[in-house]
């Protein structure tokens, strides 16, 4: 529940508060976020370190103007932030550059800059071209992902790590229906191929 002290600071956004919703896991929500974003103080650029790449919030607003669907933007704990386990299950990360004496900023100030970028983009009067894979379907890729993986026997203690850079390189490319159907294909072409050359059911 929304504590009575947000109702008093929220002023004209109290009606944001009112329709709040609260789940009990963040997987609950993966299949309905057509964009999933999560907000991280600790970034980089090196290529293999993937799972800390992250946009800055402009980069972010001109990224969200290719997207038609629910975009949600996941902002971590005041005194830790996001755990890794929550930042594995994001497509997208975004940070907001700050000084290096002081790389952290609390949240609230976090959240204004994020949204002020996101919304100085004006990313609702774009009309999209292309029909964009839902948060559903890019969860079905991702499960097929994963049965590939297991199906040409990829090792296992590389196995989360490679499933977070695909999850991350789909975030990235933003895939079109078709690009998924046809991704889906040769994932289920390939697995389906391996299981009948290998005797196994399925």
């Given at each position: 529940p929304v504590a009575d002290d947000a109702y008093k600071r929220a002023k004209h956004g109290r009606s944001i508060l009112e329709n709040a919703r609260t789940v009990k896991s963040l997987s609950d929500i993966l299949p309905e976020a057509d964009l999933l974003v999560a907000t991280t103080g600790i970034a980089t650029k090196s290529e293999k370190a993937f799972h800390r790449q992250a946009l800055t919030p402009w980069e972010l607003a001109a990224k969200l103007?290719?997207?038609d669907g629910l975009?949600?933007?996941l902002?971590?704990?005041?005194?830790y932030g996001l755990y890794n386990e929550e930042l594995e299950m994001a497509d997208v990360l975004v940070n907001v550059p700050c000084s290096p004496d002081h790389?952290?900023?609390?949240v609230s100030h976090a959240a204004t800059i994020l949204f002020y970028e996101v919304c100085k983009g004006d990313a609702s009067s774009v009309v999209p071209e292309r029909r964009l894979a839902s948060g559903y379907?890019?969860?079905r890729l991702y499960?097929?992902?994963?049965?590939?993986?297991t199906d040409v026997r990829y090792p296992q203690h590389k196995r989360r790590r490679?499933?977070?850079m695909f999850r991350r390189l789909m975030g990235r490319a933003t895939p079109t229906k078709w690009e998924f159907y046809?991704?889906?294909?040769?994932?289920r072409g390939a697995s389906k191929t391996i299981r009948r050359l290998s005797g196994s059911p399925g």
């Open positions: 103007q290719q997207v975009v949600y933007i902002l971590g704990r005041e005194d790389p952290i900023m609390n379907e890019k969860e499960n097929a992902f994963g049965e590939l993986l490679t499933e977070v046809a991704l889906m294909g040769v994932i």
